[in-house]
């Protein structure tokens, strides 16, 4: 996939000393990329969900500077925050839905923040995905009822219909096929074509063979490899 040169985030001089510590952390620098796809691979689990976390602002790096599109970004600060996570989607075991509301309504609760508005309904592009991952009878349910693979789809559904400049995905190959036919699947390439970015935890090798390039976790230290 091809990138721009204006980057959606980066990490300088960072850190992860999350489960492991050592003498060879050393300071290492995250750039994402418009239009990039993204591997991250780490032995310990913990490591990769944490650097996801760490991207998307809901964690901090032992050390770190956090830069969003050009503008450095204070992580202590709520407000800074919460506007980066309006752009940035994040899918995860960790990830949850608001259990007393419907999944119609987990779906809208971006829009009727921002829209300042309750009536109104899902669009055709949700809609389609909805239909793709068998939810489409379930909307009016409540999340207890979906199954973890289909609470995965529907949260990965309700982040995509931010438009995010950035979608951070945990073992995307647990509840997506990596083919054409698979809604979700073909929304994300869809979103990589239009310039959005996608970095995944994985720990499928032909997924991470369709990612132009690598973010490997040794310790704290994060190292690049171009695919």
């Known amino acids: 996939m091809g990138t721009s040169?204006?980057?959606?985030?980066?990490?300088?001089?960072?850190?992860?000393a999350h489960t492991h510590r050592g003498d060879h952390d050393k300071p290492s620098q995250?750039?994402?990329?418009?239009?990039?796809?993204?591997?991250?691979e780490s032995e310990a689990?913990?490591?990769?969900?944490?650097?996801?976390?760490?991207?998307?602002?809901?964690?901090?790096?032992?050390?770190?500077?956090?830069?969003f599109k050009g503008k450095r970004v204070n992580l202590k600060s709520h407000r800074q925050c919460l506007a980066i996570k309006r752009q940035i989607g994040y899918v995860a075991a960790d990830a949850a839905m608001i259990s007393n509301r419907s999944l119609r309504e987990n779906l809208l609760l971006t829009r009727y923040y921002y829209g300042n508005a309750l009536h109104i309904d899902?669009?055709?592009?949700?809609?389609c995905l909805c239909s793709d991952a068998g939810l489409a009878h379930k909307l009016d349910q409540r999340p207890a009822v979906l199954s973890r693979m289909e609470l995965l789809k529907a949260i990965t559904i309700r982040e995509m219909a931010k438009?995010?400049?950035?979608?951070?995905?945990?073992?995307?190959?647990?509840?997506?096929?990596?083919?054409?036919?698979?809604?979700?699947?073909?929304?994300?390439?869809?979103?990589?074509?239009?310039?959005?970015?996608?970095?995944?935890?994985?720990?499928?090798?032909?997924?991470?063979?369709?990612?132009?390039?690598?973010?490997?976790?040794?310790?704290?230290?994060?190292r690049t490899v171009i695919a």
Do not use: C
Request: no cysteine.
């Open 5 to 16: 040169s204006e980057p959606i985030i980066e990490i300088r001089n960072v850190v992860l």
């Open 30 to 40: 995250v750039v994402i990329h418009r239009g990039d796809v993204v591997a991250v």
């Open 45 to 67: 689990r913990l490591d990769g969900r944490h650097l996801l976390r760490v991207m998307a602002t809901l964690d901090r790096p032992d050390q770190g500077d956090y830069w």
């Open 122 to 127: 899902i669009d055709e592009t949700v809609r």
């Open 163 to 222: 438009n995010p400049a950035l979608m951070l995905i945990e073992l995307p190959e647990h509840y997506m096929q990596m083919k054409t036919s698979d809604g979700l699947f073909r929304h994300l390439k869809t979103m990589v074509r239009s310039n959005a970015a996608v970095v995944f935890f994985s720990d499928d090798s032909t997924l991470i063979g369709l990612a132009n390039r690598r973010l490997t976790l040794v310790g704290g230290t994060i």
